[in-house]
């Protein structure tokens, strides 16, 4: 059972299915997390039609958490986990 939601805003559901593949991809080739949410910080902001502020030089503090169980996502499921059903 489900409800197949979409923002009145077709806008934000795109960006969210570019996250969603940026994030995938990052997480199938181990690529470095501040990397991935440096790229999502772009995203976000040109997405809002604005320049992202650069990053470079500013310490985020402890390293970037992340959740590697798979279930937890589960919530909100990728395309590759549709695709199992």
């Known amino acids: 059972l489900g409800y197949p939601w979409t923002h009145r805003d077709a806008r934000v559901d795109t960006l969210q299915r570019e996250i969603e593949a940026r994030v995938a991809d990052a997480a199938q080739c181990d690529r470095n997390r501040r990397e991935t949410f440096e ?10 039609g604005r320049t992202a502020p650069d990053l470079a030089g500013i310490d985020l503090g402890q390293p970037v958490p992340h959740l590697s169980e798979p279930w937890y996502c589960c919530a909100e499921p990728t395309q590759q986990q549709l695709a199992s059903f």
């Open 39 to 48: 790229e999502i910080w772009r995203l976000a902001h040109a997405a809002a």
